[in-house]
């Protein structure tokens, strides 16, 4: 298992994060680099213990473990959250399983080189990926002949095939805890810590490595043509994981993209609000919903004052700011279930869910207040935005989506004309009709 560097965003595209105060020119925090130099501590010590062991093992299997998992560090497959597995994981195990943990001292040495030129990892993460590799393949390696006494049989029972996947969950926890402390460290954010990511990472190395292990070990010591069996067997697997893996990254992008560009479709760009399609999209939904359910809602259409004078007078740039400008006024006085949408050049909506008359008429009052506390600096000029607002509320006022804007449009009209800010088809605000 390999935190790899630098972080991405979700689209692939590479995350080049701000060195804040603290961090060491290398992009780690101080912990993460302690942190790190302990669990190098940790595999040096294990090297020294197992160097005795590996020179009384056959060069033969070792050998062909050495180039398997050198080339398994090139197929990775990366998981929600940013870890990626490498496919060097089953070659490992397998040596485990074949000749005992100390095989792990030279494949891991190999794979934090190989890790360090394709994947860009630091010296700090190198250092880490050894000592947690070590000592995931010794846990597993003691795990299981606690379990199984002797070396793994060609045909395991039950009861043996159990050890292999304890021994494996073993070192998938193990590996998937160490590293997700050391995200934690490195980035501060807490979702590393959740158990249920450590659950899913151990699950992720049972299920990629374990089965995979014991294929090649079988094949491995079936003779001379055992070797390129077990090669073929770890190559396919290997590629038909990492496509999987591709293909649901793939679809996820890709979901991502739609997503995107449904709300670019949705959103105006100067304002980031809901656009008239939208727009009239909700209403329909919210009279068909009202229809439904005998709530009311509520529609106000709001109208800013001097936008052409704005422009005529300071240029677009000037007017666009009076527009961003109102249009976070609008975001900030209305509820989180409310929606603000610019319908045209100088006009908003605002769609009310469960909100009867006397609700609209507050809503349109605060709107106002909002917009009025607002101040726009330009070429040393203060600009005020102001806002005529209109307010109809369904059933009251229509039984359509054309009838509560007509009935809305008209409030606002009556209001200007009068020389005042809110207007109502009906209700405390309501206006007389022209008379």
Sequence with gaps: ???????????????????????????????YRAYAAAWGCVGLGLAVAGLPRLSEVDLGPVGLLLALGAAGNLITVRLPGGVVY????????AGVWLVGWPVGIPLNLLSALVLAATQRASVWRAVLYVGNATAGLALADAVFHAMVPGALPQSPT???????????????????????????????????????????????AVVLYVPLSHLMVTALRAGPGGTLLATSVWLLASLAVKGLADTREANRRLEAALTSLREVAATDPL????????????????????????????????DLRGLKRTNDSLGHHAGDLLLQSAAQALRRSV?????????????????????????????????????????????????????????????????????????ADLAMYRARQLGRAVGQASGPLALPPPG
């Design 1 to 31: 298992m390999h935190d790899p560097t630098p972080r991405r965003w979700p689209d692939g595209r590479d995350l080049e994060l701000p060195r804040s105060a603290g961090r060491a020119t290398d992009g780690h925090a101080p912990a």
């Design 86 to 93: 490498t496919m060097q994981g089953p070659v490992a195990l």
């Design 158 to 204: 039950w009861q043996e095939a159990f050890a292999l996947l304890v021994a494996g969950g073993a070192f998938g926890a193990l590996t998937g805890v160490v590293v997700s402390v050391g995200r934690f460290l490195d980035s501060h954010d807490p979702v590393h810590l959740r158990p249920a990511r450590w659950v899913a990472l151990t699950g992720a």
């Design 271 to 302: 304002t980031g609000l809901y656009n008239r399609r939208r727009f009239d999209e909700a209403v329909a939904w919210e009279c068909q919903r009202a229809e439904r359910s005998g709530r009311p809602f509520s529609l106000l259409v709001a």
């Design 335 to 407: 509820r989180a279930t409310d929606l603000v949408f610019r319908i045209g050049g100088d006009e908003f909506a605002l769609v009310l869910p469960n909100t009867g008359v006397e609700g609209a008429a507050l809503v349109a009052q605060a709107v106002v207040d909002e917009v009025q506390r607002v101040r726009v600096r330009v070429e040393g000029q203060v600009l005020h935005p102001r806002l005529t607002v209109g307010a109809a509320t369904y059933p009251d006022d229509g039984a359509s989506p054309q009838q509560l804007m007509l009935a």
